[in-house]
Nanobody, 125 residues
């Protein structure tokens, strides 16, 4: 049985929290930047958060102060802790690599590559 890449999504009330996980291959885990992105129905993909190999993080403005991206190098796992969730956070969430490879800021990434099915996050008011 193939293990899902992304996990941890669910349905929560506004103000609640979820922690997303993404299992990475060893090669992917060593990429310069790793990203979480989301896509809501009828909307374009949106970069949410990124973490550089050295640990520097960056976030899109709408999630700053609420979401935290982190990585466990020993487990080759990427995380996204989401607090104070809002209905507008409802989307399918994916982990990804991005191009240009050296860009970690979500606003500077031109294309993303995902490899999983994503995990659905639904926030109801």
């Amino acid at each position: 049985q193939v293990q899902p890449v992304e996990s941890g999504g669910g349905s929560v009330q506004a103000g609640g929290s979820l922690r997303l996980s993404c299992v990475l291959s060893r090669d992917t885990a060593n990429k310069h930047c790793l990203h979480w992105l989301r896509q809501a129905p009828g909307k374009e993909r949106e970069g949410v958060a990124a973490i550089a190999r050295g640990g520097t993080t960056s976030y899109t403005d709408s999630v700053k102060g609420r979401f935290t991206i982190s990585k466990d190098n020993a487990k080759n796992t990427l995380y996204l802790q989401m607090n104070s969730l809002r209905p507008e956070d409802t989307a399918m969430y994916y982990c990804a690599t991005g191009e240009p490879w050296y860009q970690c800021a979500p606003a500077s990434v031109s294309t993303y590559t995902t490899w999983g099915q994503g995990t659905q996050v639904t926030v109801f008011s």
